[in-house]
């Protein structure tokens, strides 16, 4: 059985940074992409970025380009989210999610850390 798990959440003043975790457990994850989203109060989830089994191929939104950054460690099935110059429009749950193999729908999601960015 899959299972994500979020850490590092928390409160940062605009301007920071901040880096949130994922541990991926119940694998194989030989082929998968790895995903973070994020839901503000009122709206709906949205793409944040993604990340190939590899690590060469990411993709991120265009409300996060330059600011935010990527990861993986394949060997731990965890990725990483660092998230620098944060703004208070960045406030949201993030939710880590994960694709078995490229192409297919993100089926298994993580719990949800909550990020706040204070003005």
């Known amino acids: 059985q899959v299972q994500l798990v979020e850490s590092g959440g928390g409160l940062v003043q605009a301007g920071g940074s901040l880096r949130i975790s994922c541990a991926a457990s119940?694998?194989?994850?030989?082929?998968?992409?790895m995903g973070w989203f994020r839901q503000a109060p009122g709206k709906e989830r949205e793409f944040v970025a993604s990340?190939?089994?590899?690590?060469?191929?990411?993709n991120y939104a265009d409300s996060v380009k330059g600011r935010f950054t990527i990861s993986r460690d394949s060997a731990k099935n965890a990725v990483y989210l660092q998230m620098n110059s944060l703004k208070p429009a960045d406030t949201a749950v993030y939710y880590c999610?994960?694709?078995?193999?490229?192409?297919?729908?993100?089926?298994?999601w993580g719990q949800g850390t909550q990020v706040t960015v204070s003005s």
């Open positions: 990340i190939s089994r590899s690590g060469g191929s990411t």
């Open positions: 119940g694998g194989p994850f030989s082929n998968s992409i």
């Open positions: 999610a994960l694709a078995l193999r490229p192409g297919l729908s993100y089926n298994y």
